[in-house]
């Protein structure tokens, strides 16, 4: 699985979007996008996940370039609540019967909402 | 809510004792995986079990073992327990179906004295 980089800290006003960056430059044509976050020691909560096309949810956004190589999590209206750390993971799809499906967590990026 | 159950939350033993983590996965997935959090090691996956069988290893000790019964539920068994052993151990689930994602649960925080 390709590896991440992001930045190790940032800070968001309350109200206004973050945005949060992700280099995954080596990523290959079937790896996935994954983001999660864990709030304080909270157990990794699942944020959202795209291949190539952007992707939306009710938590999120996810915007992935067109040369795939860097992907943007973008929290429209972040809330003292979102304050965590955020994870960017790169993965391709595997038949389960050959295991290795596991998520290798990076050390993130620790946003802080502030009021 | 994830839909992953782990009990207990907490738990506070001793050092050479033995415990037992439980997990119980959202319904309709058939993967189980734990995941071990210490304050210097971040996330390290231990095990994946899939339908029963166990798939993949990472760093997982031999002091550890665990197993997923015929009801999908999974148990991480720690042994001879060092204080080194104090963290949070995660179980995650997913339907392992192409790209679905892994959803987990709240963790279990075992503090060795």
């Known amino acids: 699985d390709a590896k991440t980089t992001q930045p190790p800290s940032m800070d968001c006003a309350e109200g206004r979007a973050a945005n949060l960056p992700c280099n995954h430059s080596t990523i290959s044509g079937n790896e996935y996008v994954y983001w999660y976050r864990q709030i304080h020691s909270q157990g990794p909560q699942y944020i959202i996940h795209?291949?190539?096309n952007n992707e939306t949810n009710e938590m999120a956004s996810l915007i992935i370039t067109e040369d795939r190589k860097s992907s943007t999590l973008i929290l429209p209206h972040a809330t003292l609540r979102d304050t965590a750390v955020y994870y960017c993971?790169?993965?391709?799809?595997?038949?389960?019967?050959?295991?290795?499906?596991?998520?290798?967590f990076g050390q993130g990026t620790r946003l802080t909402i502030n009021p | 809510d994830s839909g992953v159950t782990q009990t207990p939350k907490h738990l506070i033993t001793a050092t050479g004792q033995r415990v037992t983590l439980r997990c119980s996965p959202r319904s309709g997935d058939l993967s189980v995986y734990w995941y071990q959090q210490s304050l210097d090691q971040g996330l390290q996956f231990l095990i994946q079990y899939y339908n029963g069988e166990e798939r993949a290893k990472g760093n997982i000790l031999e002091r550890f073992s665990a197993q997923q019964f015929p009801d999908l539920h999974s148990e991480l068994n720690l042994s001879s327990l060092e204080l080194g052993d104090s963290a949070l151990y995660f179980c995650?689930?997913?339907?392992?179906?192409?790209?679905?994602?892994?959803?987990f649960g709240d963790g279990t925080r075992l503090s060795i004295l």
């Open positions: 993971i790169v993965r391709a799809p595997r038949d389960p019967l050959q295991g290795a499906q596991k998520l290798v």
């Open positions: 995650a689930s997913s339907v392992d179906s192409g790209n679905q994602p892994q959803h």
């Open positions: 795209g291949l190539k």
